[in-house]
């Protein structure tokens, strides 16, 4: 049985997954911690996250940024491998993770689900192909109106994937608006778009003369997400410290 403490409990994410457990022989929540006290999870939860004393396998965090500086000090002064799965951090709080990741386990993905890390592998692959035959390359990400980041994580970690096969020759390009000059050659556009209900799409194109190529994952519901959160944390119990992605739980 693994036991995990879900931080961001009362969440939209930390109710699907404390839902989908609940179900699961294999694993247990002890704990949550939450800033809103205003549920009967079926476990104790800790408004304030250094009075929580629970012992556990892992941490899984659906959060926010803000909170993540606290939650990294916490899981590397008790030892408790953390899963973390807030997005929007700054370079700043990057380090942060590489920095506790020495000391303790961390698996942080920008997107948990299966889908995207094949995606993530696939146009990795296409991009040494086809930006050598002079293809341009953009990322195209829709979410729902009430995401905070952008462009999201997931638009980040393939624009990484397209670059890692590229030698990392290339840069990122975000907002056109206030520029009047043709795309360069060594350019990935990576566009937002927020309305709605939509849980997640990602386009990457690859438009080359005469022909356009388009791989696209759509999530349909989050609760994808919080599954491969589960998975990870199955995953991480008895890790030692080191900085675990999703490959490493999908192999």
């Not at 290339?170 to 849980?199: C, L, M, N, P, W």
Request: aromatic share 6%.
């Amino acid at each position: 049985m693994v036991k995990v403490i879900m931080h961001g409990c009362n969440g939209h994410m930390g109710q699907v997954i404390t839902q989908l457990v609940e179900k699961d022989p294999e694993i247990e929540i002890v704990a949550g911690i939450d800033l809103n006290d205003c549920r009967d999870n079926g476990y104790p939860v800790f408004t304030d996250i250094w009075t929580c004393d629970v012992e556990a396998d892992a941490v899984i965090d659906f959060c926010t940024a803000k909170a993540t500086d606290t939650l990294l000090e916490y899981c590397e002064k008790r030892q408790i491998p953390v899963v973390l799965c807030t997005t929007g951090l700054t370079d700043e709080q990057i380090k942060k993770v590489e920095e506790t990741s020495k000391h303790v386990a961390v698996l942080k993905s920008a997107n948990m689900s299966l889908g995207i890390n094949l995606l993530m592998k696939l146009v990795k692959e296409a991009a040494q192909t086809l930006a050598a035959a002079g293809f341009d390359m953009e990322i195209v990400e829709k979410h729902h109106r009430l995401k905070v980041d952008a462009p999201s994580g997931t638009a980040l970690a393939l624009a990484d994937s397209l670059n890692e096969g590229l030698d990392n020759a290339y840069h990122y390009t975000f907002d056109r608006s206030q520029r009047r000059e043709q795309r360069d050659d060594k350019e990935i556009g990576i566009s937002a778009v927020r309305g709605g209900t939509i849980v997640g799409e990602h386009d990457v194109i690859f438009a080359g003369d005469d022909e356009v190529i388009t791989f696209q994952h759509t999530a349909y519901s989050k609760t994808l997400f919080a599954k491969g959160a589960i998975q990870a944390a199955k995953f991480l119990k008895g890790k030692g410290p080191g900085w675990y992605q999703m490959s490493d739980v999908i192999g």
